[in-house]
Nanobody, 119 residues
Framework: QVQLVESGGDLVQAGGSLRLSCVVRGTFFSIYEMGWYRRAPGKQRELVAHNANGGDTNYADFVKGRFTISADYSKGIGYLQMNSLKPEDTAVYFC?????????????WGQGTQVTVSS
């Protein structure tokens, strides 16, 4: 069964950088897209960045110019490079991907990784 596993979350000072990783585990045939979402305390989950395999990349306005999404779809790994971090970026970050795996086509979520930015 396909699983997504995030890593890279940490405590960092404002202005610092982190790189989050999302690894696809299990047998997969195709990865169609990958996105990063976040959920801050007391808030709803929101889209941070999204990339379609061979297609467009989109960013939320609040991260444009600071965050960069990338992926190596053949290897089943994605990244979110986060620069110039702000305290308001503090959240649990989740990876999401549409994947065709050995059990068919599905929409998958990781367990999340905590990013905390101190002022």
């Amino acid at each position: 069964q396909v699983q997504l596993v995030e890593s890279g979350g940490d405590l960092v000072q404002a202005g610092g950088s982190l790189r989050l990783s999302c690894v696809v585990r299990g047998t997969f045939f195709s990865i169609y897209e990958m996105g990063w979402y976040r959920r801050a305390p007391g808030k709803q989950r929101e889209l941070v960045a999204h990339n379609a395999n061979g297609g467009d990349t989109n960013y939320a306005d609040f991260v444009k110019g600071r965050f960069t999404i990338s992926a190596d779809y053949s290897k089943g790994i994605g990244y979110l490079q986060m620069n110039s971090l702000k305290p308001e970026d503090t959240a649990v970050y989740f990876c999401n991907s549409r994947i065709e795996g050995s059990e068919g086509y599905g929409d998958y979520w990781g367990q999340g990784t905590q990013v905390t930015v101190s002022s």
